[in-house]
């Protein structure tokens, strides 16, 4: 009976990448008192009573006004706060920026007039009877348009701010991963351990079998050949890529006796990779994985839609290598920093693949 053992998906990049769909943001609002918007809140308080309604200046009128005055505008502030959190969240910039503003104008408008007709009442209430006439609604309408416009330019403006300042970190990390990937890359095409086995398993076929070492030899050279001539390349077609790993496969069976099984079924569509992507795949299943008579290495490299996987069986050596995983990340850095695409993991029982995203031609 068959068993599938569903995959673990790992994603190595919290970080939504810029050309994925929109999502709504995170709904953060958190009522915390500034001094800064207290300070701004008296500063209108007193401004508007002084200057702007007739009454005896120091009387109780005027305390309470200033008082009444205050208070409305904190809360405008306070209210004007969450309504841009939760436009934001529903209505974020990247899925419309007019009907985020829309929205955010008229729920600051609302609620502003609201509040003005709540504190002229209670100041009525207070100080003497204020009617509600037609001057009073307009001159309302006016002010809390006015408040609206003022508020959301500071908070689109903070906002707008911070995210510039958080895409300015985000590109710096990627080009530092990039700079990274780079010297990592720059380290692996001067790898003595690979070096080292290549020359090795040379000396034992050289007299044994000339013509396989001939072979041999023309498949180590297109190796480093095609290190040399596209380590700097951004994307290398996939057929180029296909026919290094096919060479690299080579002298892997002639090392470990034919025990390593390369099957690629590609669907003819022309792609790009980056640069030894897929040969760093196929060397860590060689580096990770016990290879004998008895547990062969099969490797599969194949495409989707989108996806170009590469795909191993999964046999743990019990005496694991040491390793950092700096290959794995700095192959993901590379992609996200090239693309802003994001590989993907999936580790099952028995098999262990990544996807790579498909790259155009630039």
Known sequence: M?????????NLHPVRPPNALPVAETFRYTFRVKWTALLG???????????????ELGSKAHFLSILVATLTTYVIWEGSKFIQALVLHLFPWEESIGKHLVYEIAGIFVFSSLMLIIGILTYGWLVSSV??????????????????????????????????????????????????????GLTKQLDPHFLFNSLSVLSGVVYKDPVLADRYITKLAQVYRYVLEHNHEKRVPL???????EAYCFLLNVRFYNKVTLDVRLD?????????SVQLLVENAVKHNRISDHVPLVLRVYTTAD??????SLNPKEAKENSTGIGLKNLEARYYYVTGKSIVIEHGRDVFRVGLPHLAET
């Open 2 to 10: 068959a068993c599938i053992c569903p995959f673990l998906i790992v």
């Open 41 to 55: 809140a008296l500063s209108f308080g007193i401004v508007v009573p002084t200057f702007f309604i007739p009454m």
């Open 131 to 184: 009617y509600i006439t037609v001057a009073v609604v307009l001159q309302n309408i006016i002010v809390s348009f006015l408040l609206a416009l003022v508020f959301i330019a500071f908070y689109e403006g903070a906002f707008l701010f911070a995210k510039w300042k958080q895409s300015l970190l985000e590109q710096e990390k990627l080009r530092q991963e990039n700079l990274i990937a780079k010297v990592e």
């Open 239 to 245: 057929a180029k890529e296909i026919a290094v790993v």
């Open 268 to 276: 003819g569509t022309s792609t790009y990779v980056l640069p030894m």
């Open 307 to 312: 996806t170009l996987w590469v795909e191993n």
